[in-house]
């Protein structure tokens, strides 16, 4: 019976952590992850995308991270997804930029992030009667990162851009759509250019610290700075 009960334990701790590596989280870098979903051979049990991308509702509650804050997304505005690469759903957490737009905003360079808490839903607008139950991260890989200091990095992790003066410098050239949050994911500016190289002027009228996006033909930037 003893043995019996041994087999039946080590099985159901296997069944445990194939369910658990169904799912990982995997960090790149300081405060950035990559995670891939896959579930097809268990029927998608833990989450069901129908061939959608997956919006993954981030969220981090006081005690998360050190210092202590509150950092939730909008439910109606889920900005991070899983895609199909043809293998898995994947997709990138960079949580050196991440807006958490409902509560927090972007986490303030320096911050220590020990928990990263998470559930699969409909995007970009969150579904009450299709998501999973809140996880943890580090149940699936997660490993606590140090928000890094002000810098401005492409998708690719390359840095490429910087913010002096209140000036944008950036090597991009054409038609850019730029647009300046403050922390607390408020927009403050939308501004379109065509950049020839020179310093761009942002006008802004206050000091502060702030995140902007950069987009245009071949480019997707996300840039922290103060002014």
């Known amino acids: 019976m003893k043995k019996i009960y041994s087999l039946m334990l080590a099985v159901l701790a296997g069944m445990t952590l194939s369910a658990q590596a169904l799912l990982k989280i995997v ?24 061939s959608q991308p997956i919006g993954v509702y981030l969220f981090i509650n ?10 939730n997304d909008a439910w109606s505005n889920i900005t991070t997804t899983l895609n199909w690469d043809g293998t898995n759903y994947s ?26 808490r998470f559930l699969f839903t409909e995007a970009p607008a969150g579904n009450g009667g299709h998501q999973t139950a809140d996880k943890l991260g580090t149940s699936y890989g997660f490993t606590p990162s ?4 002000l810098a401005v990095a492409d998708v690719n992790g390359k840095t490429k851009s910087q913010v002096a003066a209140g000036k ?8 850019l759509d730029i647009t300046v949050y403050d922390f607390g994911g408020k927009v403050i500016k939308n501004l379109k250019v065509n950049a020839n190289g020179n310093p761009i002027d942002l006008n802004l009228s206050q000091k502060g610290m702030y995140l902007m996006t950069i987009s245009g033909n071949a480019i997707s930037e996300a840039v922290k700075f103060s002014y």
């Open 91 to 116: 997709g990138t957490i960079n949580l050196n930029t991440h807006n958490f737009n409902n509560t927090g905003g972007v986490l303030p360079p320096g911050t220590k992030v020990n928990e990263l």
């Open 27 to 50: 960090k790149t870098s300081e405060g950035v992850y990559t995670m891939t979903y896959n579930d097809s051979a268990n029927g998608w049990a833990f989450y069901d995308p129908f």
């Open 146 to 149: 140090t928000i890094s200091s």
């Open 168 to 175: 944008l410098f950036t090597s991009a050239k054409g038609n």
């Open 62 to 71: 006081p005690g998360d991270t050190t210092p202590s804050g509150t950092f």
